[in-house]
């Protein structure tokens, strides 16, 4: 095994970089670096040649230019063993180089800050580190190449024991590489159509996605499929309590977490989902109070079920939700009371909500199979009362009005076609993805039953239009006195006319919210 002679050290994250080149000095390997990196080790007491010394020729262009060379990327690329690239090399001078320690210019933390410049932006875009880590990666047969300071003391140990790394520890790395540079023009490119859209949202012309692991999970939807969370989980959601999420917890606690966003800190509300649709949803003047509104909806389905709420979860509340068996409970925090209560339940998950999910990208990524993706603008539209169309002749109490804004914040979460009777604080019965509406409505309806809840005087909502008057008479039938609906149908004129009939108001909210 040939052992590694010459190596060089370019990082702008200088962590555990000045142990892990004390090592390779130890080892007899020599240091080539540049810039900061170069002052850096030199600080620390060792050894380190300047770039613009191995190559010959300065550092320019305010360092845009100094590892651009075929003595640096001659000395990483050249096939060792092979006659005709050893005859190349030792003709002009190029020496091996058999170790890369490189990471990029930070132009994700770069652009995260509030309010970056393009021009910031332009210069940590880095050239010449992209370019060593792909020729070292290539080569890597012969070359070792580190991106990530995590993998510096598996390194440092081989070189120690052997001088050299193991051609499968090669292998690993040259292809974390790949996967670094990828996400890293990814960034680049969304950043920049970002910039040049002029604040509008513009579709790319090539879908390029990159999201780090977050962790593995046992097992998808089912034991039997393998799968696994990638992306900024970790910057959304904290979990401070509880075994490990499973797939379709992290399924229902964001869509717990979306749901509950739609609600205004300043009014306690609770929410109670199961397999991503609400179960129940309520307000009070205080949690507990929400709580008792929520769970009355149904209290058959909430148990293994997601709860979320609004505000800081306190202990009040949670003596009264520990009741039952609950998956995972979401909260903007946790009272010290609510945690000692919670806590005694070991598997129950808790999390805390870091940022309002409302805050991710404005773009939601769907996979369809065939090797396809489905690409939307999320659906943030938030409906007020100026939005509303009143149509019938009757026009909603401030009641009803009241009770058509709350559960139009909520039927939008539900899985379509979707229907839920709601009162001005709380949900009485929700019916979620049938293939009819009527049957929807329906299922509706026996929920509030099953409940003991009564419809009468309550509001019905709907994600998409009244197809016929059919749901809307049934509506009517089971108590409801009003309506709020998108529009849009060719029977409108007809749903009209059955809600005049029979003395109920209605709204056209001009836009629906199909969820599949």
């Known amino acids: 095994m040939a052992k590694i002679q010459r190596a060089l050290i370019s990082v702008s994250d200088k962590t555990g970089m000045v ?74 001078g190029i020496t091996p180089i058999d170790l890369v320690v490189v990471n990029l210019y930070p132009f994700e933390q770069t652009v995260a800050k509030p309010g970056v410049s393009l021009h910031d932006a332009i210069e940590n875009i880095d050239i010449g580190g992209p370019s060593m880590l792909r020729s070292a990666a290539k080569n890597h047969d012969s070359v070792t190449v580190v991106v990530d300071p995590l993998d510096y003391s598996e390194i440092a140990r081989q070189i120690t024991e052997n001088g050299d790394t193991t051609p499968e520890l090669r292998r690993q790395l040259a292809a974390k590489v790949y996967a670094r540079t990828a996400a890293y023009d990814a960034a680049i490119a ?12 513009v579709l790319p012309q090539v879908l390029t996605i990159s999201a780090p692991l977050a962790q ?45 966003a739609e609600f205004e800190s300043d009014s306690p ?26 769970f009355a909806t149904d209290k058959q389905a909430p148990f293994g079920g997601i709860i979320a709420v609004n505000q800081a979860l306190d202990g009040g509340c949670a003596e009264a939700i520990s009741e039952i068996f609950s998956e995972v409970i979401v909260a903007p925090d946790f009272s010290p009371e609510a945690l000692a209560i919670l806590q005694k339940k070991k598997n129950l998950r808790l999390l805390k909500i870091l940022k309002s999910p409302l805050a991710a990208q404005p773009w939601a990524l769907r996979g369809v199979g065939a090797d ?12 007020t009362a100026a939005d509303l169309k009143i149509v019938t002749k009757r ?98 004129g007809e749903v009209i006319a059955a809600a005049d009939e029979r003395g109920m108001a209605m709204a056209f909210t001009g836009a629906r919210h199909f969820r599949h």
């Open 372 to 383: 396809s993706y489905l690409l939307q603008q999320q659906d943030l539209k938030v409906t």
């Open 19 to 92: 142990p892990f080149a004390q090592i390779l000095a130890q080892a007899n390997i020599e240091i080539i670096s540049t810039g900061g990196t170069a002052k850096t080790l030199r600080e620390a007491g060792l050894t380190v040649k300047d770039i613009s010394d191995h190559t010959g020729f300065p550092e320019m262009l305010d360092g845009r230019v100094k590892t651009l060379h075929p003595k640096v990327h001659g000395g990483l690329l050249y096939i060792r063993g092979n006659t005709t690239h050893e005859a190349a090399a030792k003709a002009h």
């Open 395 to 492: 026009q909603p109490t401030e009641r009803e009005l009241k009770a058509m804004l709350f559960g139009w914040r909520a039927v939008k979460h539900v899985k379509s076609n979707a229907i839920i009777y709601a009162g001005v604080d709380r949900t009485l019965g929700v019916g979620a993805g049938q293939m009819s509406r009527v049957d929807s409505s329906r299922i509706a309806v026996w929920k509030a039953g099953e409940a003991k809840l009564s419809l009468k005087g309550s509001v019905v909502c709907s994600d998409a239009f009244f197809p016929f008057p059919d749901g809307l008479i049934a509506a009517s039938e089971a108590g409801a006195t009003a309506a709020i609906q998108p529009g849009g149908s060719v029977k409108d």
């Open 216 to 260: 593995p999970l046992r097992y998808g939807e089912n034991p039997h499929q393998s799968a696994a969370l990638y992306g900024k989980f970790r910057e959304f959601f904290q979990q401070l309590h509880g075994k490990e999420l499973s797939y379709n917890n992290i399924l229902d606690l964001t869509a717990a977490a979306s749901l509950i």
């Open 269 to 294: 509300t609770l929410a109670i989902l199961k397999h991503t649709n609400p179960c129940g949803i309520g307000q009070g003047a205080n949690l507990r109070e929400a709580w008792e509104k929520a």
């Open 190 to 201: 969304a950043h920049l159509q970002k910039e040049f859209s002029a604040g509008q949202l």
